[in-house]
């Protein structure tokens, strides 16, 4: 129970559920971000100039196929909407907008180094930004389901 000390549920049976479905979130992502449809790129690819990608899908939406303009601007904040379940219902400290920021973007960003550095993917700024505001919906979430004030 010492692992759950500073869960919200003091159930170990509801915690390792909880457990059991952040780990099948954690392998559906890790096949999402690592796997799937993956290519090994020549060389890195980065942006580092926030906004620079969202802009680029809502300014030439029309130059986007749906499915592509969809899954870069709306998957990436969805996907990260359970990050924001998740943390603070295992960690009460993560119910602060400002721990659980802080948590996304070292998560994210170490995500986004590894995509970077394995070649599977790129690291984009942006990504981070998207995917931080989708695990704040999460929270939002949370919050709202355990009627905390915002």
Excluded: C
Aim: glycine residues 6%; charged residues 15%.
């Amino acid at each position: 129970m010492r692992m759950y000390a500073n869960a919200h549920y003091k159930s170990l049976l509801l915690n390792v559920l909880l457990t059991a479905l952040a780990l099948v979130y954690a392998l559906i992502m890790g096949w999402l971000l690592f796997y799937r449809g993956r290519y090994f790129g020549e060389g890195y690819s980065y942006n580092l100039v926030p906004l620079f990608t969202i802009k680029k899908y809502i300014i030439y939406h029309d130059h986007f196929n749906f499915d592509t303009w969809f899954k870069n601007l709306f998957g990436n904040i969805v996907l990260f909407i359970p990050i924001g379940l998740f943390l603070p219902l295992f960690n009460k400290k993560y119910r602060h907008v400002l721990a659980l920021a802080a948590a996304s973007i070292l998560l994210i960003t170490i995500v986004e180094l590894t995509q970077m550095l394995t070649r599977v993917g790129s690291f984009d700024i942006d990504d981070i930004i998207l995917n931080t505001f989708g695990a704040m919906i999460g929270l939002l979430i949370t919050r709202s389901a355990l009627r905390q004030p915002l």
